[in-house]
């Protein structure tokens, strides 16, 4: 009995060994998720400057962070995935081909809820933020 407790264990033993190789075969360097910024995030972000007035916020707290620190337009209108696809990775770290997905995700499912175009009335390709809101009116 103790002879195949110890040869299951020896198996299972080589079985995970051979399931989780050495970091240094697989992993050559480190990739930053982005670069041409600074480690400071007081300058990688921007100070912060509370929405006033005549801006307009949205129901989503990434945006409106980044709108607020101003790496897309502090007013928060007229603003276009382009600029968003560039803000994102320098304020938040994502990797752009996510970026691409969200932002898809994001036209399609708005569109969906409201019926209509999340777009300014202009329809060329910007939005503002409050435009993201979800009123139920029936």
């Not at 989503?60 to 607020?68: E, Q, R």
């Not at 994502?94 to 499912?109: K, S």
Request: proline share 4%; hydrophobic share 35%.
């Amino acid at each position: 009995m103790h002879l195949t407790s110890t040869l299951f264990a020896i198996a299972a033993l080589l079985q995970s060994s051979s399931a989780y190789p050495s970091n240094s075969d697989w992993v050559t360097e480190h990739v930053k998720r982005y670069d041409g910024f600074s480690d400071n995030l007081a300058v990688c972000l921007g100070s912060y400057q509370a929405p006033g007035p005549n801006d307009s916020r949205g129901p989503c707290p990434g945006l409106n962070t980044l709108a607020n620190h101003g790496l897309i337009n502090r007013d928060g209108k007229n603003l276009n995935s382009t600029e968003i696809k560039l803000a994102i990775p320098r304020g938040f770290g994502i990797a752009e081909v996510a970026i691409e997905v969200a932002l898809h995700n994001w036209e399609v499912v708005c569109e969906y809820i409201k019926g209509t175009t999340c777009g300014t009335a202009a329809n060329d390709g910007t939005f503002i933020l409050t435009n993201l809101t979800y009123s139920k009116t029936a």
